[in-house]
Structure formats: C-alpha cells, structure tokens
C-alpha cells in the first residue's frame, strides 16, 4: 500500500513540473521532453552497466599533468562561473545535471571542476552517499549498494578540449580526494551499453562490472536482455 502511495504521489509531482514546463516553453518541447522521458524509462535505463572501484587500492598513475590544467573541489560560489562558461557548450544530455549543479555545496553533493588556461572545461559529479544519490532512480538491486559507497555522477567536457585526458586527470583528483577521507570505502558509478568506449575506459582505470546489479523484477527479464 505505501508503495502505491509513493508511486502515486511521484505521478502527481511529475505532473506538476510537465504542466509548468508546458506553460514556460509550449507544446513541441514539452512533446519532445515526455518522448525523452518515455525512452528513458522503457529503453534508457535498463542498458546501464554499472561498476565499482574500491578505494582501498592504489589509485591509478598518470604522466604528471600540463600545469595549465587546474584541478579542484567547486563550492557554491562556483555555480556563477559553470552556468556562465559551461551551459553554452550543454546539450540536452546535460540538463539532468543542472537541478545538482544549483546544489553544489549542499551536504552531500558536490563537484569537481577543471580550468585549462584559466578557462572552465569540465565538471564531474561526486555525491557523498549513493544510497542518497540520483543511482537510487535506476534500476540498480539496492540490496547491492552500502553505506560506505559514494556515487561517482555524471561528467562534462567541453568540445574542443576533449582527448587531452582531462576526465582521467580529474577523475585522479577525485579518488584521492575520497581516499583521504575515511568513510568512502568504495565507488561507484554507471555508463551506457551504447557507449562501448567508456566501458573500456573506466575498466583500463580498474573499475570493475557489478555483476547481476539490476534488481530482479518482470519488467527488468524483458529489456536487461534486450
């Protein structure tokens, strides 16, 4: 029954936020918003691999980095800078982002930013608990995330400056950030089936595949296999 009541009041609230961005923006975006979010929840979400990182180990190495890229932790005082030089070069796979972005610096969630040459190029998200985190909406089996996990969110590069391994330089900065404090025990993060590359590329950096990590229900035996 509380489920149900839950599920109800997740309807309504949805509802609520399609009428206003039906009032705001009229009807072929609001179209186009209820299409992504269809595919999402009947495509989308069920390709996610998942993967884990345990940060006990020794963080991988890397070649000492160009001493114009800048690498650290943003606060609110960021916001500003991010929605001023960063929302520009955004598409649509980005405005997820954006309701955690007006967060940053709010227990629990927080981002790390890159410069090159004074000039802001990157973000990656980092929330402080997965089991409070955007992973809790996916359809990942809770039973297999813990206390001591942090989620490893999405990230941003800016066109022009992507293939100068600014993702793995940041992503450097940020497991040795939660490796100095001592109750993350583990990462963990997620990518899409449709992007072979970044499977590849965060099993290089030793993350490894959460086995079976979606939970077990009618719906996820038709598309986890699809």
Not at 111 to 134: G, K, R
């Amino acid at each position: 029954m509380f489920k149900v009541i839950k599920v109800t009041r997740g309807l309504k609230s949805q509802l609520k936020i399609l009428i206003v961005f039906f009032d705001k923006n009229g009807f072929y975006l609001t179209f186009h918003k209820v299409i992504q979010y269809i595919r999402y929840n009947l495509i989308d979400k069920w390709k996610f691999v998942y993967f884990e990182l345990d940060l006990k180990l020794q963080p991988f190495s890397l070649p000492e980095r160009n001493s114009s890229l800048k690498i650290r932790k943003a606060d609110y005082k960021d916001i500003k800078k991010i929605k001023n030089e960063l929302y520009p070069c955004m598409g649509d796979k980005q405005e997820f982002d954006k309701r955690y972005i007006d967060q940053i610096g709010k227990k629990g969630i927080n981002c790390f930013i890159a410069e090159l040459d004074n000039e802001l190029v990157h973000y990656f998200m980092v929330f402080d608990s997965a089991l409070d985190s955007p992973l809790m909406k996916t359809p990942i089996d809770h039973k297999k995330i813990f206390k001591s996990d942090v989620y490893l969110g999405n990230a941003f590069t800016v066109m022009g400056t992507r293939g100068q391994s600014i993702t793995t330089y940041v992503l450097q900065a940020i497991i040795k950030y939660l490796q100095s404090e001592e109750q993350y025990s583990r990462a963990v993060l997620l990518i899409h089936k449709d992007t072979p590359g970044a499977v590849v590329f965060y099993k290089r950096l030793g993350f490894k595949v959460i086995e079976n990590a979606e939970a077990k229900t009618l719906f996820s035996k038709f598309f986890v296999k699809n």
